[in-house]
């Protein structure tokens, strides 16, 4: 029965379908879903990882045992578990192993625009690029039979547009797949004895899987009436070529975008006047192409910033632009905030007071760096605010001590900020981290972690207890604050601060928008009090309005969490 499915859910069903059992993985979006859906599947075992690295070493494992297995992230996840991809290239599997990135063009929720498909052909292993929810769930059983057929995990890569994106599917039914293990230490034990004898099976599976891709079901030919210009593309960027000239100049899909097919696009080539390369961020393809000494267009008519689109791609070709609708008024910017009641506002507005400095993270604190507070100094990646104080604080001879500390969200502390706390402690650094616990993985849609109780499944789970754990690394000094109350905060992180020694600071306090969490009745203002000083307006609360020179509180959005309260000296808001 054919039903519309999004595309990380249908990567979801294809697992389903190719019989994969083990999948572990980190959220990140676009690629959170795809393990969400997995999850709802009792035959799979599905977990949510530490981390991105733990997810494959933990995926591997599972292949090796004889089970097909599977991990999923972000592109810049893939960065983080870059160290076992290299490796499990060289090693082959047992059982499939597929990997899905999503990558993020645009950067809706990223923080550069990376292209994964580097990664493919640096890693030498293969990668499909599905343009739509049919294609993810085919795509993702033949990747497992790419697999296995040629020892190699597979990459899948989706992006935010074909991740987010519903089309019609048809699915089937599951089929078991497993193996048995034998040891094999030549095969699988990377010593460079070892390595040296594996580098050249890698080079001649990529000559194989280059010639598989001349004749793979998923790189075809589209005739056009024209051979005025030929077009190669893949995943999205297809899908807008497709709307803005149908059938007029013959296109070739790559599915797999490496290793690429030689004959093929050579063929293709011949058979048209002029080449055009449409693709999103980098000119991979394009470079593919001329290294077969193949003239083309790419990346000298579509920019390597930014997605495409439908008039974009027109724009170049020449076509008609989409009709899309017009309003006669502008409509106003909509800045990135934090939510009402969400219990980070209180811990940055106290850090913005005392004009500390900030080494920022990535999660939904990210959003204390935009205007009113404008409480972080930097972010860079997962885990990067810990490390980054260490630095900052080290280099300056503890001129900065006492002034600048980190935040850094109780999810990516698990990630990857622990080892920057024990950097911190063995090194002696005199630095105060703050833990932001907000008791769910908030930026990526309250995912659980290792510190909430529950697993991935909703069931419950051994739960890490934050303050031991900061003990047993070496911190001495741990505080646990509720950011509603602005006057602990202050206090702890000055007593803090001017510690002579390593400590961490624990905000806890669940995301105001977990559905178990109790909100007080919404606050109210006495406009007789109100002096329209706006202090309240201060911390960038989306239910504090200013109306006819008083402020005003939305009810609709009011938790009644009283952070703007403590603010207000002439006792207005109650």
């Known amino acids: 029965m054919k039903k519309l499915m999004l595309g990380n859910e249908a990567v979801a069903r294809g697992l389903y379908e190719a019989g994969c059992s083990f999948v572990s993985s980190y959220p990140g979006t676009p690629s959170t879903e795809i393990t969400e859906e997995v999850a709802k599947y009792d035959e799979i075992y599905a977990e949510w990882a530490p981390n991105e690295k733990v997810a494959m070493e933990s995926a591997f494992g599972a292949c090796l045992a004889g089970h097909r297995s599977f991990c999923g992230m972000k592109h810049v996840g893939l960065n983080v578990a870059a160290d076992p991809l290299f490796t499990i290239a060289y090693t082959g599997v047992n059982a499939g192993m597929v990997i899905a990135v999503a990558d993020d063009a645009g950067m809706h929720s990223s923080q550069n625009e990376q292209d994964s498909r580097h990664y493919a052909m640096a890693a030498k292993i293969p990668m499909l690029e599905p343009s739509d929810s049919a294609e993810a769930i085919a795509f993702t059983k033949l990747a497992y039979e790419i697999s296995e057929k040629f020892d190699t995990p597979v ?85 807008y070529v497709k709307e803005v000239c149908g059938d007029k100049y013959p296109v070739l899909k790559l599915g797999m975008v490496w290793p690429m097919p030689v004959k093929s696009i050579l063929d293709f080539a011949a058979s048209v006047k002029r080449v055009i390369v449409v693709e999103e961020l980098d000119g991979f393809i394009e470079a593919h192409l001329n290294s077969l000494g193949i003239k083309c267009d790419g990346k000298n008519l579509f920019s390597c910033i930014d997605e495409l689109s439908q008039n974009k791609v027109a724009a170049v070709l020449g076509e008609a632009a989409a009709a899309g609708p017009v309003l006669d008024d502008v409509i106003p910017p909509r800045p990135p905030v934090m939510c009402a009641g969400c219990p980070h506002r209180g811990l940055f507005y106290t850090l913005v007071k005392n004009k500390l400095t900030v080494m920022g993270d990535i999660g939904c604190y990210t959003l204390g760096a935009v205007a009113p507070l404008a409480a972080i100094d930097s972010t860079i990646c997962m885990g990067a605010s810990v490390s980054g104080l260490h630095g900052f604080n080290k280099s300056n001879g503890g001129a900065s001590d006492a002034k600048t500390v980190c935040v850094i969200g109780d999810s990516t502390f698990m990630h990857s900020g622990i080892t920057g706390l024990v950097n911190v402690a063995y090194n002696s650094s005199n630095s105060t981290v703050i833990i932001l616990d907000n008791s769910i993985t908030g930026m990526t849609g309250h995912q659980q972690n290792p510190t909430t109780g529950k697993n991935l499944k909703g069931d419950v789970a051994s739960k890490i207890d934050l303050e031991t754990l900061c003990r047993a690394v070496g911190i001495n000094r741990v505080r646990v604050v509720d950011p509603y109350n602005l006057a602990e905060c202050d206090s702890v992180i000055k007593e803090e601060l001017a510690a002579a020694e390593p400590s961490v600071i624990i905000s806890r306090r669940p995301c105001a928008l977990l559905k178990y969490v109790k909100h007080n009745a919404p606050l109210k203002v006495d406009a007789d009090k109100c002096k329209s000083c706006k202090m309240c307006m201060k911390i960038g609360c989306p239910a504090i309005s200013m109306e006819n020179g008083k402020a005003k509180i939305d009810n609709t959005l009011c938790t009644g969490c009283g952070v703007c309260s403590q603010l207000c000296k002439f006792d207005a808001l109650k």
Do not use: W
């Not at 890569?157 to 039914?173: F, L």
């Not at 089929?175 to 034998?182: G, H, N, P, W």
């Not at 000559?207 to 004749?215: H, P, V």
């Not at 005739?223 to 297809?238: A, H, K, L, N, P």
């Open 155 to 239: 990459l899948i890569k989706m992006c935010t547009r074909v991740s987010h994106s519903q089309s019609v599917v048809e699915p089937s039914d599951r089929v078991e797949v497993t193996k048995a293990y034998e040891k094999n230490g030549a095969k699988y034990i990377m010593m460079p004895g070892n390595a040296k004898k594996r580098h050249p099976i890698v080079e001649e599976r990529t000559k194989a899987l280059s010639e598989y891709a001349e004749c793979a079901p998923f790189n075809r030919l589209e005739m056009g009436t024209s051979d005025e210009i030929g077009i190669i593309t893949s995943s999205t960027s297809y899908q």
